[in-house]
């Protein structure tokens, strides 16, 4: 800081030149402990995840250990959909204690990215190349990073065209990133029983990481970065009153997942018929389209 000059006296909170810029205060950031500890717990089971594939890639390796590899890929799947169960609670714990803030929002896209992004990634990689056989590493590969790549780019986009969480946002414009990656889950924690039932040979089960690799990761990357119009089933069926047919029908289908002898299949079947009901939805409006009607910009 520069001397005034002799002679003058300097007015207190006045700027010289030469004098350097007051620092601006630093803002204290606040954090809420219960939706942030949910958040972080998703990003923890988010890890976990990875690692158990990778633990199931290696046991996968030898004939010895394949039982114990598609345990670990199947205890992945697990951890995942408890993954799932904190992203749901972090958000509503903090519209209820009135803690929303952007930096919730952010540390939730990162925690999404882990564990509905390179997680799921990671899990049909080890399921296409490891479990199932499939030789064509470069394939699988460029096919989960291109679901990852979708997962990181939904989010953003999420992210940038939603400043706080909407509550009364009944539908999502592209694949949600937990779906996609339920889809994925559902495979992974249902895989084994789904082998035993169809004792598939070795070319049939190529042939399924083929679908797995080249149809089901292209296909929800694709719908992930879409404006196919997907329900937000937990704003739309869980929230509110809602009238007692729908209550019933709830509890009739977790009633059958727990009285079922493969609640994993009946798990994995309904992520894969959420992600197939926005196509569905559209395609019929498309085929009633009149001519001359513009068809809407599903990619925009």
């Given at each position: 800081?520069?001397?005034?000059?002799?002679?003058?006296?300097?007015?207190?909170?006045?700027?010289?030149?030469?004098?350097?810029?007051?620092?601006?205060?630093?803002?204290?950031?606040?954090?809420?402990?219960?939706?942030?500890?949910?958040?972080?717990?998703?990003?923890?089971?988010?890890?976990?995840?990875?690692?158990?594939?990778?633990?199931?890639?290696?046991?996968?390796?030898?004939?010895?250990?394949?039982?114990?590899?598609?345990?670990?890929?199947?205890?992945?799947?697990?951890?995942?959909?408890?993954?799932?169960?904190?992203?749901?609670?972090?958000?509503?714990?903090?519209?209820?204690?009135?803690?929303?803030?952007?930096?919730?929002?952010?540390?939730?896209?990162?925690?999404?990215?882990?564990?509905?992004?390179?997680?799921?990634?990671?899990?049909?990689?080890?399921?296409?190349?490891?479990?199932?056989?499939?030789?064509?590493?470069?394939?699988?590969?460029?096919?989960?990073?291109?679901?990852?790549?979708?997962?990181?780019?939904?989010?953003?986009?999420?992210?940038?065209?939603?400043?706080?969480?909407?509550?009364s946002v009944t539908q999502f414009n592209g694949l949600p990133t937990?779906?996609?990656?339920?889809?994925?889950?559902?495979?992974?924690?249902?895989?084994?029983?789904?082998?035993?039932?169809?004792?598939?040979?070795?070319?049939?089960?190529?042939?399924?990481?083929?679908?797995?690799?080249?149809?089901?990761?292209?296909?929800?990357?694709?719908?992930?970065?879409?404006?196919?119009?997907?329900?937000?089933?937990?704003?739309?069926?869980?929230?509110?009153?809602?009238?007692?047919?729908?209550?019933?029908?709830?509890?009739?289908?977790?009633?059958?997942?727990?009285?079922?002898?493969?609640?994993?299949?009946?798990?994995?079947?309904?992520?894969?018929?959420?992600?197939?009901?926005?196509?569905?939805?559209?395609?019929?409006?498309?085929?009633?389209?009149?001519?001359?009607?513009?068809?809407?910009?599903?990619?925009?």
């Amino acid at each position: 800081m520069s001397d005034p000059l002799p002679g003058t006296r300097r007015t207190p909170g006045a700027r010289v030149p030469g004098d350097l810029p007051a620092a601006a205060p630093r803002r204290r950031l606040r954090l809420s402990i219960l939706p942030t500890m949910c958040t972080l717990g998703n990003s923890v089971c988010g890890f976990l995840a990875i690692c158990y594939a990778a633990e199931a890639s290696t046991l996968c390796a030898a004939d010895a250990t394949r039982a114990a590899g598609s345990a670990r890929l199947a205890l992945a799947g697990w951890m995942l959909l408890l993954g799932m169960v904190f992203d749901a609670l972090d958000g509503r714990i903090a519209r209820l204690t009135r803690s929303t803030s952007n930096f919730g929002g952010a540390l939730d896209s990162l925690a999404d990215v882990v564990s509905f992004g390179m997680a799921p990634a990671l899990i049909a990689k080890v399921l296409c190349l490891d479990v199932l056989g499939w030789s064509e590493t470069r394939v699988v590969f460029v096919t989960a990073a291109f679901f990852a790549c979708c997962a990181t780019l939904r989010l953003a986009r999420y992210n940038a065209e939603h400043e706080e969480p909407d509550q009364s946002v009944t539908q999502f414009n592209g694949l949600p990133t937990p779906g996609a990656a339920g889809v994925i889950i559902g495979l992974a924690i249902s895989h084994e029983t789904l082998l035993r039932w169809a004792d598939l040979s070795a070319p049939a089960m190529v042939l399924a990481a083929q679908v797995v690799s080249l149809v089901l990761l292209l296909g929800l990357g694709l719908l992930m970065v879409s404006r196919v119009p997907f329900v937000h089933f937990a704003n739309k069926f869980l929230t509110g009153r809602r009238p007692v047919g729908r209550v019933a029908l709830l509890l009739l289908v977790m009633g059958l997942m727990y009285a079922t002898k493969a609640p994993d299949v009946v798990c994995a079947g309904g992520f894969l018929a959420y992600a197939l009901s926005g196509p569905l939805a559209v395609i019929p409006r498309l085929l009633r389209r009149k001519p001359g009607e513009p068809a809407p910009d599903l990619f925009e």
